[in-house]
């Protein structure tokens, strides 16, 4: 991790690092995986099946199905994920705005520390 001493001898300015990096900080990755996914299926009315089917794809490995709904719950509870009721037994996902925020700047982070991080050895 690349430590900024403010007080340094150069001329040169500390690189901008983007606005709020940390809005996902509490969430685990799985949950921040659900919430790309949830995003990518933005139009569909994802139901948990099709999440999980996706999940899986992505992970190559079967997602135990608790696992999947408990973390659903928690970003609904976190106001991340909408869930609207089609039937008495399905549930349809949707992220929120607030998910979409913060998904952006989480990405927006990622890539500043890929690509526009200057390098240590500099």
Same mark, same amino acid.
């Given at each position: 991790?690349?430590?900024?001493?403010?007080?340094?001898?150069?001329?040169?300015?500390?690189?901008?690092?983007?606005?709020?990096?940390?809005?996902? &900080?509490?969430?685990?990755?799985?949950?921040?995986?659900?919430?790309?996914?949830?995003?990518?299926?933005?139009?569909?009315?994802?139901?948990?099946?099709?999440?999980?089917?996706?999940?899986?794809?992505?992970?190559?490995?079967?997602?135990?199905?608790? #696992?999947?709904?408990?973390?659903?719950?928690?970003?609904?509870?976190?106001?991340?994920?909408?869930?609207?009721?089609?039937?008495?037994?399905?549930?349809?996902?949707?992220?929120?705005? &607030?998910? #979409?925020?913060?998904?952006?700047?989480?990405? &927006?982070?990622?890539?500043?520390?890929?690509?526009?991080?200057?390098?240590?050895?500099?």
């Amino acid at each position: 991790m690349l430590v900024y001493d403010t007080a340094n001898d150069t001329d040169e300015p500390a690189p901008d690092l983007p606005d709020e990096p940390q809005p996902l &900080a509490t969430l685990t990755g799985f949950q921040r995986d659900v919430l790309f996914v949830v995003v990518s299926l933005d139009g569909t009315n994802p139901n948990g099946v099709e999440i999980k089917r996706e999940l899986r794809a992505a992970y190559d490995e079967e997602i135990n199905h608790g #696992r999947l709904y408990q973390n659903l719950r928690e970003l609904v509870d976190e106001g991340l994920v909408e869930k609207r009721p089609v039937d008495g037994r399905t549930n349809a996902y949707r992220a929120s705005a &607030a998910a #979409r925020e913060c998904l952006e700047a989480h990405t &927006a982070w990622s890539e500043w520390c890929l690509l526009d991080a200057p390098d240590e050895a500099a």
